[in-house]
């Protein structure tokens, strides 16, 4: 038996991208995408090529924290073309492909696996110095295929994402262990929502509609008869352009501390 086409396929893709580095959580909503848009930006800032790839097939965010929803995706005879928000970041996301937002994906493991190897088969990323590989929480068989995937050309590592919090960080341990056992790196973990950007007192709840959305989580639970508990930010600025689908741009790049991004980088 011969080698697997599609893997051949995939390592030509990936002849061009210098450094592919997985970005993992244990869990959803501890700022995975937040970080790997904030490492994009960070990296582009310095100059790099730089690709922003989100495979978050169930949970697909780097769309709208983008203001990138509704795009359509452009397909040359060279592959799919990322979407530029920097001359030197690209951005493609899952969230391109699937029809409805609002609708469940409710795919088995392998249709997942086949839209992920789709992916880094075939979009032409061109010479890229970072490909940020934004993957889906926990470790299921979609972390399998990517680092199969990806594996056969190199990956320098993984960098997990976690809250301070016990709950979050005790499955930090098991993204540890996942990636010891498939044999990929873990160049850091990443501490998000740790501690006050701003003294307490700047902290207020953020009402429904605060942000220019016309309802948030009160009014979607109002509409499902769900109660709605109230939420507290940690980075009123990050969160509300995320919100606004502006994450990182206009000088808002590095919001992760710089000493966490620097040090990373360097390791790199
Ligand atoms: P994940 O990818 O882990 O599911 P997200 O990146 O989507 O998490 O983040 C979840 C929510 O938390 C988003 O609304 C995001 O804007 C917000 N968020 C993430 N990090 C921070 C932070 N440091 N301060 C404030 N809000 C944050």
Redesign the pocket.
């Known amino acids: 038996k011969g080698p697997d086409p599609d893997l051949v396929a995939i390592a030509e893709r990936m002849a061009t991208v210098k450094h592919k580095i997985l970005i993992l959580?244990g869990?959803?909503?501890?700022?995975?995408?937040?970080?790997?848009?904030q490492l994009s930006f960070a990296l582009a800032s310095l100059d790099f090529q730089v690709g922003l790839l989100d495979i978050?097939i169930c949970?697909p965010?780097i769309p709208k924290?983008l203001g990138l929803e509704g795009q359509d995706i452009h397909q040359s005879n060279l592959g799919w073309s990322p979407i530029y928000v920097e001359s030197n970041l690209g951005v493609m996301s899952v969230g391109f492909m699937l029809p409805n937002p609002d609708e469940a994906v409710i795919w088995r493991g392998p249709r997942k696996n086949g839209l992920i190897k789709q992916f880094l088969k075939d979009v032409h990323w061109g010479e890229l110095d970072f490909l940020v590989v934004?993957a889906p929480?926990g470790t299921s068989d979609e972390h399998i295929s990517i680092v199969q995937f990806l594996q056969a050309t190199g990956i320098d590592g993984a960098i997990i994402?976690t809250t301070p919090q016990q709950v979050s960080l005790i499955d930090v341990r098991k993204e540890v262990s996942f990636c010891k056992k498939v044999g990929v790196e873990v160049l850091g973990v990443v501490e998000?929502?740790?501690g006050l950007?701003q003294p307490l007192t700047d902290f207020k709840f953020m009402k429904a509609g605060e942000h220019g959305d016309a309802g948030g989580a009160a009014e979607m639970c109002q509409e499902m008869g769900v109660p709605f508990l109230g939420k507290v930010?940690?980075?009123?600025?990050?969160?509300k352009?995320?919100?606004e689908g502006r994450?990182c741009f206009e000088g808002q790049s590095c919001?992760?501390s710089a000493p966490v991004l620097r040090g990373m980088i360097e390791k790199l």
């Open positions: 959580s869990k959803g909503g501890v700022g995975k995408s937040t970080f790997s848009a978050d949970g965010s924290m934004d929480p994402v998000n929502m740790s950007s930010p940690l980075d009123p600025q990050l969160c352009a995320a919100e994450s919001r992760v």
